[in-house]
Each structure stands twice: as structure tokens, then as C-alpha cells.
């Protein structure tokens, strides 16, 4: 799919990345020994690990639901992720990224088959360079997929930019700092392979048809995150297989 960018040729990311490149990417699965299943996404100096631990029986039980199961994410930036210090625990903003992951994951599951059980996700990121939630949606998804829960697809997600006029896709920190022109606009969009999307947010302006076209850029920068996030879940495969790493 061609997309139309009409400031393409003339805009330089600060990085020097085309304006649809992502930042290099490093996924794997089996990072957190003591869960159910785990991963590691790392997106340039982005990086997030999730562990998931269940399907189990949901405690306090007044919140188990007897039609199905729960989805329970916590996405929690760590004191270190940024160079300056977080103040631990949870705040407004962890609290509603912790909402949305579950949003953007939860089409992909059978949680019919689960009544009465929850399956916990926790997010950390280690470090933080913009993109983090879609790093630890990219996370969690193959640490559900690990945990050899039942899912009818990848979730993959990645976040496409408006810098003053330009889209681009995958920001990072500095991105999101531009001042110039019509600004900086963030919009993190998570999809299902079949290019079904499961959550988009906005933050910044842009006209519905720049904003059709970015859709289009993400649909395609999640289609190589899933291919990432696959290889990462075969390898893991492999090597329980006895084979290569
Ligand atoms: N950030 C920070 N301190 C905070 C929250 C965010 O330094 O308390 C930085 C961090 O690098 C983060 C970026 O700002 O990745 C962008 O944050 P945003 O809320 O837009 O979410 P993200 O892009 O990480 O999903």
C-alpha cells in the first residue's frame, strides 16, 4: 500500500529514520521464569516486559464473574525507566494505560471459556523513550500468547505520528517534544493481524483524511511488529523443541 505523504521528501527525523520506519525492535519470549508466560519488547530505547500469570480462580471472590472471565492488566513505568525519577506506584496516567491494554487485548480472547477466573497481565517498563504503551501491548500480547492461552490472533501495536504536517510512524521521546509548525500529534493505535483495529487514541489534531492515511501507515508498521512478535514465539517453540535459539 502506497501512502500519500506529501512533506515526505522534505522532512528529516531527528534520528534520520525514514518517516515509515520503525526504531530497531528486539521481542522474546521467557524472560520471567516464575510466570505463566512472559516477553520482552523493546522498541529502539524503549523497552517493556510482560508476565502473565493464570487463567486462575478470581480473588476476592465477590469479583468473580460466573458468564466469563476477567482481564486484569497493570502497567506500571518503573522509578528508572526516564532520567528523572518516577515517583513509584500507581497515578492517573498507569491507571488508564493499564484500562486501554486491557481494551486492545481483550477482543483476542476466549474469555467465555474462563467463568470465574482472571487472568493477570503486569506491564513494567524498564525503560522509557515514548511508545511505552504500545510496547507493553506488544509485550503482553506474545506473554499471553506464551502462556498458552487461547487467542484467535496477535495483537500488535504501534503509534503514528503528525510532526507539524509530516506523519510518521514509531516516535520517540524527542518526537513527541516537537514544537515546530502544527506541533506534535500521538496516536497509538493496537491491531489484530487481519487489520482489525482494538484501540486508538489521539492526542494532538489532524484532519480525517491525514488521519485515514495514518491509520494506513499503522496498519502496516503492525504487520512488521507481528511478524517480530511471531518470530520471537517460534524461536521460543525451537528452542523447547531442542533446536537453534
Ligand atoms: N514520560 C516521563 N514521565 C512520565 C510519563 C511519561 O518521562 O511520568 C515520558 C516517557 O518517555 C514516555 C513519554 O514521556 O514514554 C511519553 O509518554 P506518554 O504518556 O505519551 O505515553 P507513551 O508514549 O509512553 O505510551
Known sequence: MRIKNKMTTKFKRPDGRAIDELRP?????????????????????TIAIAAVYGPKKMHPQHQQNPLKGTLRCDYNMISFSVSDRIRPGKNRRSMEISEITKWALEPVLLLDKY???????????????AGTRCAGINAAAMALAHAGIPMK????????????????????????????????????ISMIHSGRITHMQLDGKIGVKQLK?????????????????????????????????
Not at 222 to 239: R, T, W
Open 153 to 188: 490472533d496477535m495483537v500488535s501495536s504501534v503509534s503514528v505520528g503528525k510532526l507539524d504536517k509530516t506523519l510518521v510512524v514509531d516516535l520517540t521521546k524527542e518526537e513527541e517534544d516537537f514544537h515546530e509548525g502544527e506541533g506534535p500529534t500521538d496516536i497509538p
Open 213 to 245: 492515511e495514518a491509520i494506513d501507515l499503522g496498519k502496516i508498521a503492525c504487520e512488521k511488529v507481528y511478524e517480530i512478535q511471531k518470530k520471537a514465539l517460534k524461536d521460543a517453540i525451537d528452542m523447547e523443541n531442542g533446536g537453534k535459539e
Open 115 to 129: 467463568q470465574n477466573q482472571v487472568i493477570d497481565v503486569f506491564i513494567d517498563i524498564i525503560q522509557a523513550d
Open 25 to 45: 525492535i528486539e521481542a522474546k519470549v521467557g524472560v520471567v521464569p516464575n510466570a505463566d508466560g512472559s516477553a520482552m519488547y523493546k522498541s529502539g530505547d
